[in-house]
């Protein structure tokens, strides 16, 4: 018997001091501020976006299909909140234009050769800074808000696409021609310009003016158009 209460004050004694250490760690976790969440200190996410060509507000420009010719970025973005409606970021990204050019009488860009189809492709890398303001208040959202800001990037690739149709099969027995050529010359390998989004938590509306030229004024040819404008969409 005298075993048997041995056994059962060190079981509840052990059992006590179990619960002591429980009841130390657990408050100290629960008060825990966390520091980082879409409307908190800090606020990282990735984002993928498009947007279609807009512009040929001058006659100088390159005749382009806008409906066909568009950007494409896929980045990643961090903000750190200032106050309740006003945060700073920057984002990085990948990011790829695309240009159809229209085959017409007036076509001088990149030559006055017509073709079934002609695109101008440009890669790049770049790096924005913004500032955000919002406009309601949203708990830990993202919430209703506008970014201004502005834009560089190193344009690290560049392409020419040319496709057409054969009028009859040649000794190759082929009936379409394609004709990639790259490292062109006459682009510019850096460029910059404002960018503004309106949005609301996932989706926002995204706009993108490129301040540089594209291509290089030795060559004299028309520059492309500068202003693109579509969606957004925010990964977190």
């Known amino acids: 018997m005298k075993y048997v209460f041995i056994v059962l004050v060190f079981f509840f004694s052990?059992?006590?001091f179990s619960?002591?250490?429980?009841?130390?760690?657990?408050?100290?976790?629960?008060?825990?501020?966390p520091k980082k969440g879409p409307n908190l200190r800090r606020f990282s996410?990735?984002?993928?976006?498009?947007?279609?060509?807009?512009?040929?507000?001058s006659d100088q420009s390159a005749t382009v299909k806008n409906?066909?010719?568009?950007?494409?970025?896929?980045?990643y973005r961090h903000k750190m909140k200032i106050n309740n409606f006003w945060s700073v970021g920057y984002a990085l990204n990948f990011n790829s234009s695309t240009y159809s050019i229209k085959q017409n009488a007036k076509k001088i860009f990149p030559d006055s050769l017509k073709h079934k189809r002609e695109?101008?492709?440009?890669?790049?890398?770049g790096v924005q800074l913004f500032t955000r303001f919002n406009f309601d208040k949203r708990g830990n959202k993202i919430g209703k808000y506008l970014d201004?800001?502005?834009?560089?990037?190193?344009?690290?690739?560049?392409?020419?696409?040319?496709?057409?149709?054969?009028?009859?099969?040649?000794?190759?027995?082929?009936?379409?021609?394609?004709?990639?050529?790259?490292?062109?010359?006459?682009?510019?390998?850096y460029e910059y310009g404002f960018k503004a989004r309106i949005g609301s938590n996932h989706i926002a509306i995204s706009a993108?003016?490129?301040?540089?030229?594209?291509?290089?004024?030795?060559?004299?040819?028309?520059?492309?158009?500068?202003?693109?404008?579509?969606?957004?969409?925010g990964i977190y």
């Open 19 to 33: 619960q002591n250490v429980l009841l130390e760690e657990n408050p100290i976790n629960d008060t825990l501020i």
């Open 148 to 189: 201004v800001g502005c834009y560089a990037s190193w344009d690290f690739a560049n392409s020419h696409f040319i496709r057409d149709n054969t009028v009859a099969a040649d000794s190759s027995n082929a009936k379409v021609i394609t004709v990639t050529e790259q490292k062109l010359k006459y682009f510019e390998n």
């Open 119 to 125: 695109r101008l492709i440009v890669s790049g890398l």
């Open 208 to 233: 993108t003016y490129r301040f540089s030229d594209l291509i290089k004024p030795s060559y004299k040819y028309p520059e492309l158009p500068k202003l693109s404008v579509g969606l957004e969409i």
């Open 14 to 16: 052990f059992d006590t």
């Open 45 to 57: 996410h990735f984002y993928m976006g498009y947007e279609v060509i807009a512009d040929n507000f």
């Open 67 to 75: 409906a066909v010719s568009n950007v494409f970025f896929l980045g």
